[in-house]
Structure formats: C-alpha cells, structure tokens
C-alpha cells in the first residue's frame, strides 16, 4: 500500500477524470463528518438521513475508493497491490455490517446482540492484519529482527496500557450468554492487537515510512480509538448516534481508503537516532508500570498478560542486542585483522595513526617502520603458496615479539610481504628497533622441511608535528623501504631527497618501465670475462640499463624495486634474454663467437617448460647452445631441488650451460653441487675484495678453487679491481676472472672496439692452440 508504484511513478488517480471520481467519493464521508460536529447538528440523537444513509454512504465511498486507488496502481508489485485489494475488501465489509444493522438490525423492537452485523464488522480486522503484513513485507526493504521486536515491544506496552484504563469497564457489562461474551471481548482485544501490529510494520521501516503507510496508520488510530470511545460509552450507557466519535471514525476509514498507491518514497520526517533507542525502553518501562499498578489495583487479566508480554519482548530483544554487539565486535577484529598472520591488517594501522596523530602532543616520537621480505617471491614460486603462507605466518609472529618488546603500539601485515610496525613514544629509538627486526629475521625458517632465511629491507618514517594523514606517512616509509631495498643498505630514514624519484613518479615510472620491457628497449652493457691461462676474451656479462626520459641512464639499484613492485620482473628477464640472445647472433655472425649468459628470476626458473622456450629463442636466431648460459641462485637450487634437478637437466640436454651465481652467499648444503648439473661456480665479489692483504680470504678462496676443480666445474671469480687480486686468483687456479682491472661493462659497439684492441696485446691462442670460449652472463642487478 505505501509502496505500490516505483519511486517517481505517479500516484493512482493522477488524471483529471480521476481526481473528480476522488472528489465525488469523498463527498459523502466528507459531509458525515461535518454533521458530526456539534456546532453543526446541535441536536443529538439518531437521524435516519444522516446517520443512517448518509453514514453508509460515506462507509461504501470509502471502500470504493481503496479499491479504486488499489487498482490503478502501477503494475509491478503485485503484494502491495493485493495489500490494497485486501484492505478495500475489510472496509467494504465493515461498511456492509453498518448497513446491516441500520435496515435489519436497527428497526427491531429488541435487537438481537450479536447480530449479523457485529460478525461483518469483525471480518474487517483480519483483512487488516494481512494488508498491514503485506506493507511490511517489501521487497527492496531489509527485514530485521530488531526491528520487528522493537514495534512489538512499543504494541504491546501501549495496547497493555489502553486496556488497564479502559478494557475492565469494557468488558464490566451483564453476560447475555457466550455470544455476548465473546464479541463484546473480541472487539477490544483486536484494537489492542492492531495497534501492536501497526507498531511492528512502523517499526520495519525505521519510524520513517512512506506517505500511504502514514496514511494507513493515521487511520487505523482514529478507528481504534473511534471504536474504544464508542465501546466505552456502550459499556456506560452513554452512547447517542450523531456525535464526532462517529465522525471520527468515518474520517479514520477515509484516510485508509486514500493509503494505496502513494510512492515508496520514505517521508521527510525521521526520528532522532535518542528517540529510537528511547521508544523500547520507554515501552519496557510503561509495561513495568501497569504491572507494578496491578499489585494496588483490580487490572483486567488481559492488560497483566500484556505487560508481561511486553516485558519478555523487551528481554528477547536486549538478547538479540547483546548478540548483534558480539557479531559487530567480531566483524570489527575481522575487518582490522589479516587472515593469514592474524595480525593487523592496513585498516587497522590507519585507524592507529589516526589516533596517534590525536595525541601527536602527547608522543611527538612516533614514527611508522614499513618492512619489505626480499626475494619472498621466489618462496612462492618455488614452494607454493601455502609454504609462503606458512613463512608469513612464522615471519609475523617474531614481528609480534618484536612489537612487544619495543612498545608498538600495532603491529601489522599490509599485504603481500609487507609488514609494518607503528612505534610510540615509550618504544626505544627507531633505528634501535630496526635493528630488532632484522636481528629477529636472521634465524632461519622451517618451510616445508627446508630451512629458508630471508631477509628484509626497512623503511622508517616519523609523525611529524605537523599535520599528516595515515596514507601520507606509509607513503614515506614506502619510499624510504625502496630506497633501503634499491641501495642495499637494510635500513634507510625518510628524507625529503630520497622523495624525489621514489614516491609520485612510481605510477608513471612503473609505465615506463613497462613499455621498455615491452618494446624491448633496454640498454645491455657488457663487462668481459677473462680467461687466466690465455689472456683471451671468450664472453661477456652484460648488465641491464634504462634511459629514463629525463634522469638519463639508469643502474639497476635505480630501478629494480619499481620492477619487482610492479610486477615485471619475470616479464624483464625475458626481455633482457631476448636483446642479450640478440647481440650474442650479432657477434655470431661477425665472427666474434661471444657466448652469454641470463641469470633468470626464480618464477621463470620454475617454469617446467624453460629449456623448450629456451631452445626455440636460440633456433630462431640460428645461435649454438653452447654460446649461451643460464645463471641461476643457490636459493633456487635448495628450494625444490627435484624441480631445479628437472629444469636444468632439460637445459643441458640442449647444450646450455648453468652457472651458479653469486656462490658463497648463501646457506646451503654443498651436496647439491654433487646432486645438479652445474658447469660453473661464479665467486661472489666479497670474497675477493683485500685479497692480496687477508691470508684467510686467500685460504678461502683458494680452498674453493679446489672443490671446484675436484668437481669438474669451472670458477669465475667477479669484482676483481686490481693486478694484484688478479694475479693471487691466477696462481691460486681460477679459471676466468672479470672487473674494471680490464674493463668496465661498455655498450656493445664499446665493447667491440676494446675487443680490438685487447686482443691485439694478448695471447690468440690457449695452451692447446684453441680459442678460449669461456661464456659470458647477463645481469639484472648488477
């Protein structure tokens, strides 16, 4: 009824025709109404035109008009249509029980009580129920509990309350048998129990419903209360046809009939968000009262057990409140808590800068410290999710540890590998708690029956006195993270010029980056390897660059973090093989065989379809296998070694070689070098810096030159700056050396130019007469 036709949709009866059949229906109840006022018809006393026609004619307009206001309501909800349907048929009914007893009824020497027309007035009530039922049940309303329990707690305490005053001298009249008994206690109960149903339906659309539905209600009070005075006055004796009570009920009649076909459309109106929480409470405590009056005065039983119903709806819906309040603060913990370390997530560390920024007077000293896991990708790619699941959560708990000792006021997991602790005025100085971070990290992690370590880069950033919002201040400590990742450095303090690159240009530089790769417009350099028997060149490592647009020629340290923030670090090894596979063809056909090495990131290491995808980029380009090497991690070897074992097999079945870079830095077993297929270990470069001073660097080296050599393999020792380190490595046996004591890696045309002129002063041949072919290597960070 209060929603008939679609938000905007006219009401029914919006054509001119229609508003003059409105006015013509009106018109009877309209005069019954006026006729009932005393200045109007001072003379009480039953008319037979005016409160016999009249009174019915007014009775029948209105049904008619429910049903035609019912009718030509848009099409399209067809309950609250049905609703209408319903409601017209009760007032029809209740009006044919009016002309009942004025014709049949009336004119009896004795009328008979009840009658015919006591049954037709009756039948208007459950009708009523059901279009009240309808109006609450409304599609594109939500239908709570709640809100049901709150209307029929304010129902039952006001129907409660109408029947301690006026219900015992309703029902206080001489027993004419169980008929008697029963309609005359019939009628009063139904307007007590409409009057808690009106309630429950008001109650679902928030005390805020539409215009029919007010209409509705405004309605059923005047009947309610036309029909309890007139009950009231029967009782007494004092009841004379004619008076406004009677009036009072036709325009209660009137203003259901014009209730269908309103918009849905909620009223201005809207009650204080007190005055909600105020209307159960108000009606528990009027309930209380009529039971507490009960003890004092003869109450009729039927207001007792109302109150007492109210009562107990008052407990159910304090039950539900208790437990809607356990569901809200288990969906708040749910909403500020990552699912898989359990702890805090994002939302949780901005609702904890908020506060802090609010006592930023009282702690001045706090300060966000954002950590990054390196190389966690390759965890996930190599095990699988659920192992890196497994590692976050271990990680996550020493952070936790690490929180409470130094006072963090959160401590949480933005996503990823990201983890973040918000540090107050009561914790230690902030680099004192970097420093616990990374001390916390260092033990290693049981992943899958491996031990993994990892490590972490860390970016700190301070609540300044100033204003400054939560996404602001984990930008900074973002920018300071990348730049400690980029240089190497584990722990980096914001400041205002490591901003420059790192923090608004991300988006657009990631863009960049991402076309370069796309495009293939990466700038490889080469560094040449040299044989130490032969003095000959027989390869190069060749280390990727970028023209930024306007910074000019850019080293990996510059770039990487945005490549592995944005994604594109499988996608860029690609393209860096491809340009490097591109060059090797170049010199091939010059008849400069140089062979080249790619030190692949750890998501294309894992790919089970690598040597395949390797083997059609070197026959597309018609280049031998062997002019090309794969450089790969002690890290990718550990981490799934029957995969690695897979993997590399296939690569060398098709003539590649494998190199293992940067040996010596990681945490491994040597057995794998015993159990894979490896042709070269690559000596990382802090094994060779000061080796002509330190015996024991010396003794360590030379000791691996042998491991290798007892193994087949091949040492390549990088980094080498000077004759010395160069001549110690020579005598100690390594096989090739590389570092800026014969050069510094040259763009490719450089690179030929220096070739010419090295070859020119050295040996052109090795100790058996062949061209050394020692292979070369691509590198992504170096």
Request: hydrophobic share 50%.
């Amino acid at each position: 009824m209060a929603d008939q036709a679609p938000a905007g949709a006219p009401a029914a009866g919006c054509s001119r025709r229609s508003r003059a059949l409105h006015v013509l229906l009106l018109l009877a109840p309209l005069l019954f109404f006026v006729s009932t006022v005393p200045a109007v018809r001072p003379q009480e006393g039953y008319r037979f035109v005016l409160d016999g026609v009249l009174n019915n004619l007014a009775y029948g307009s209105a049904a008619l008009l429910c049903l035609l206001r019912a009718h030509r309501a848009p099409v399209g909800r067809s309950g609250s249509r049905l609703a209408g349907y319903l409601l017209g048929a009760g007032l029809a009914l209740y009006g044919s029980g009016n002309v009942f007893w004025t014709f049949a009824v009336r004119p009896l020497a004795e009328p008979p009580y009840p009658s015919g027309a006591d049954v037709l007035f009756l039948s208007f009530y459950p009708l009523a129920f059901a279009a009240l039922v309808l109006t609450a049940h409304r599609r594109d309303d939500r239908f709570t509990r709640d809100l049901w329990l709150d209307g029929l707690v304010a129902g039952l305490a006001v129907s409660a309350t109408a029947a301690a005053a006026v219900l015992g001298e309703i029902l206080d009249v001489p027993d004419h048998g169980w008929a008697a008994v029963a309609v005359t206690t019939a009628s009063p109960l139904l307007d007590l129990v409409l009057l808690t149903l009106l309630a429950s339906v008001l109650a679902t659309h928030g005390w805020r419903p539409p215009r029919g539905l007010w209409l509705l209600a405004a309605g059923l009070l005047l009947f309610v209360v036309a029909d309890i005075v007139y009950l009231l006055r029967t009782a007494n004796g004092t009841y004379v046809s004619g008076r406004l009570g009677d009036g009072v009920w036709v325009l209660g009649v009137v203003l259901m009939a014009l209730a269908p076909g309103w918009p849905p459309r909620r009223g201005r109106f809207q009650l204080p968000r007190w005055a909600l929480l105020a209307i159960p409470l108000l009606s528990t405590v009027l309930a209380l009262g009529v039971l507490v009056l009960g003890r004092w005065l003869p109450l009729h039983p039927v207001a007792v057990a109302l109150a007492a119903a109210t009562v107990v709806a008052a407990l159910g819906r304090l039950l539900l409140t208790f437990r809607q309040v356990a569901n809200l603060a288990e969906s708040r913990e749910l909403a500020l808590t990552d699912e898989v370390t359990r702890l805090g997530n994002r939302r949780a560390l901005y609702r904890a800068v908020v506060q802090a920024g609010r006592e930023r007077d009282a702690q001045p000293e706090t300060a966000l410290l954002l950590l990054d896991l390196d190389r966690f990708k390759e965890v996930n790619d190599s095990l699988g999710h659920h192992a890196g699941d497994e590692l976050l959560r271990a990680v996550g708990e020493r952070l936790r540890r690490v929180g409470r000792e130094h006072a963090a006021r959160e401590v949480v997991r933005l996503g990823g590998d990201e983890f973040a602790l918000l540090l107050g005025a009561a914790s230690p100085t902030t680099e004192a708690a970097a420093a616990a971070v990374h001390a916390a990290l260092e033990a290693p992690f049981a992943v899958e029956g491996l031990q993994v370590r990892v490590r972490a880069s860390v970016g700190l950033a301070a609540l300044p006195s100033a204003g400054l919002d939560a996404s602001a201040l984990l930008r900074r400590a973002d920018v300071a993270m990348y730049r400690a990742k980029a240089r190497g450095l584990g722990t980096f303090t914001y400041d205002v010029a490591a901003d420059e690159f790192a923090s608004g240009d991300r988006l657009a530089t990631a863009e960049l980056l991402r076309e370069a790769v796309q495009q293939r417009t990466l700038t490889l350099h080469y560094q040449p390897k040299v044989d130490t028997g032969t003095g000959r060149v027989g390869g190069v490592e060749a280390l990727v660059r970028w023209h930024h647009p306007t910074r000019g020629l850019l080293f990996p340290d510059a770039f990487l973090p945005v490549v592995e923030g944005a994604g594109l670090m499988e996608e860029m090894t690609a393209a860096v093989l491809e340009q490097a596979l591109d060059q090797a063809r170049d010199w091939y056909l010059a008849g400069d065989p140089l062979a080249v090495a790619v030190n692949l990131s750890a998501s294309s290491l894992s790919d089970p379809r690598l040597p395949e995808r390797v083997q059609r980029l070197l026959e597309a380009r018609e280049l031998p296998a062997h002019l090309l090497e794969i450089e790969i991690t002690e890290d990718f070897l550990m981490a799934d070694r029957e995969r690695a074992q897979v993997i590399l097999d296939g690569l060398r079945r098709h003539g590649v070689r494998v190199a293992v870079d940067d040996y010596g830095t990681g945490y491994s077993s040597l057995a794998y070098l015993r159990q894979l297929p490896v042709d070269d270990l690559k000596l990382d470069r802090s094994f060779v810096t000061d080796l002509g001073s330190d015996p024991k660097a010396l003794a360590i080296v030379r000791s691996t030159i042998m491991l290798a050599h007892s193994l087949g393999l091949r040492l390549v020792a990088e980094g080498v700056e000077d004759a010395e380190t160069c001549r110690e490595l020579t005598t100690a046996g390594c096989d090739v050396v590389q570092g800026w004591y014969y050069s510094k890696a040259l763009p490719a045309a450089e690179l030929t130019a220096w070739l010419a002129l090295h070859r020119a002063s050295a040996p052109a041949t090795g100790p058996s007469g062949a061209p050394s072919a020692a292979p070369s290597s691509v590198g992504l960070a170096s």
